[in-house]
């Protein structure tokens, strides 16, 4: 193989595909013509007699996280504002957010009517530590909310810690975290509420959707009024022609509902998402043997709780100077170039193009000068030190055979050695 990057024509490492994502098969294609020729789309219509595809898929969640409760919505970003409405969070309260996560659990507490205060995070695992949240504890924060990002999952103890003795609510988001295991149990669970994402790119997919998770029957039945025009379901078995849903208006809510074309392909992949964890787990440990022989290379740490990871993005953790002072965009367009799709974290939230409360006008109360300073006006060293030193990895490419993975780090190695062509 020629030592010439192939960002500047030399031959690639990799010319192979990766594992397609996401997955699906006959039994999936079944499942979604049943559902279209059913006629009932959507939990808003008359039943056949039967739990509806959501309700269904509810209850399997809830058993599958070892919670008594699950309710499916459309989307990741409305479980979080289920949560946060849940657990009355509005005008004049703050909640803490780790600078390092996508824009969605900001905008949540935005879209309630609360400031996100960004907190930052540890510089290798980029999740948010009990320090960084006990450092911007104020006396208006009511809630945490918890990003489990990546490949790991965020010092649980700790965090419980520090929330209790603030006397503040604990939202875990799980988006990145189906499945993990925090002391054998699953997240998602240790909080008031834990907030999930299906999206096209997570672990277990319908292209969209989501769902929250609680122990607490109070929220389960305020958390199905809220993502259903204030309706939730019946305490009666549900009867043929009726709507498996009745008015109770005790909490004010919207339609967040999960269609149930989502629902049938949720149902039919849930089965498999154990053995595909097993999967990823087996690509991830040959990586890591190959990544250990060249030095400047390791993955995301997990912490002393984790008993079981969740791979979405697996990270790949490099020492200062490795590429020289190439700045980790330009690394990772090396490394696609090499054939393999590494790429750079996104930006932290306090510099992130996505997040700009201030162009909308629905936010200038809460998003005033003072409000902003005390959003985003401190220094965030951990973050920078995670988004400059960490390239990612779609979990699909781990779902091959566990020696393709030797082009991963082939890759690596071959872009280090000609980082000063960079």
């Known amino acids: 193989m020629t030592t010439t990057l192939a960002l500047h024509g030399g031959q690639p490492v990799r010319d192979r595909a990766w594992p397609d994502w996401p997955l699906f098969d006959d039994a999936t294609e079944k499942a979604l013509i049943d559902c279209l020729r059913s006629g009932r789309w959507a939990l808003s219509w008359r039943s056949d007699g039967t739990s509806s ?75 948010i530590t009990p320090e960084s949240l006990l450092a911007v504890l104020s006396e208006r924060t009511r809630a945490v909310i918890v990003v489990h990002l990546n490949c790991t999952v965020a010092d649980l103890d700790g965090i419980l810690a520090v929330a209790e003795e603030a006397g503040i609510e604990v939202v875990e988001d799980c988006a990145q975290a189906h499945g993990a295991r925090w002391r054998d149990r699953p997240v998602g669970g240790f909080g008031a509420v834990g907030a999930f994402s299906f999206q096209n790119g997570k672990v277990l997919t319908a292209g969209e959707g989501g769902a929250v998770v609680t122990s607490d029957e109070d929220l389960y039945v305020r958390m199905q009024q809220l993502r259903a025009d204030s309706r939730r379901y019946p305490d009666t078995p549900v009867t043929v022609g009726d709507e498996e849903l009745v008015k109770a208006g005790t909490a004010m809510g919207a339609n967040y509902c999960m269609p149930e074309f989502c629902a049938a392909v949720l149902i039919d992949r849930l089965p498999r998402l154990d053995d595909e964890h097993e999967r990823r787990e087996r690509g991830a440990t040959a990586l890591e043997t190959s990544l250990a022989a060249l030095g400047p290379f390791a993955p995301i740490p997990l912490p002393a709780g984790v008993t079981k990871r969740s791979i979405f993005r697996y990270g790949v953790r490099f020492t200062a100077g490795t590429f020289g002072d ?37 936010f200038a109360a809460v998003w005033s000068e003072a409000g902003r300073r005390r959003s985003i006006d401190r220094d965030f060293p951990g973050a920078e030190r995670f988004a400059a030193s960490t390239l990612l990895l779609h979990h699909a490419a781990l779902l091959g055979p566990p020696d393709q993975t030797d082009d991963i780090a082939a890759a690596l190695d071959k872009v280090r050695r000609g980082h000063r062509e960079l």
């Open 326 to 362: 190439a700045p980790i965009a330009r690394v990772a367009e090396a490394l696609n170039a090499e054939g393999v799709p590494l790429f750079a974290p996104d930006a932290p939230l306090h510099r992130s193009v996505l997040f700009r409360p201030e162009t909308k006008r629905r």
């Open 53 to 127: 595809l959501e309700r269904r898929f509810a209850r399997a969640w809830a058993d599958y996280n070892d919670v008594p409760y699950a309710v499916s919505v459309d989307h990741g970003s409305s479980a979080l504002v289920l949560a946060l409405e849940a657990l009355d969070i509005g005008p004049g309260d703050e909640v803490v957010v780790p600078t390092m996560t996508w824009v969605a659990p900001a905008t949540a507490v935005l879209r309630v009517g609360g400031l996100p205060v960004l907190a930052d995070v540890d510089g290798d695992t980029g999740c």
